[in-house]
């Protein structure tokens, strides 16, 4: 599945397909929002939670590894190599 094809899936079987299929890579916290970043197949994906009533508010897919810039100060490769 690409990116484009994903975006293109309800948000709840991206959720799904990201709990079957996903590799979880970081996890970044604000003051309303997390924001967990999953290896999926051929493309990454944001997953955005609202931790006030614990729900999934969005969920973007990317393939462009420019995008990976914001995460690589807590971003570890170990065990995906």
């Known amino acids: 599945m690409t990116a484009e094809e994903f975006t293109g899936l309800p948000l709840t079987t991206q959720s799904q397909y990201i709990s079957e299929k996903g590799k979880f890579l970081l996890c970044r916290k604000g003051f309303r929002y997390t924001c967990n970043l999953f290896a999926i197949e051929h493309f990454f994906a944001e997953v ?32 995906l190599l």
């Open 48 to 79: 955005w939670y609202n931790m006030e009533n614990d729900s999934i508010v969005d969920i973007i897919p990317f393939d462009d590894p420019q995008r990976l810039d914001a995460f690589l100060d807590d971003l570890s490769l170990e065990g």
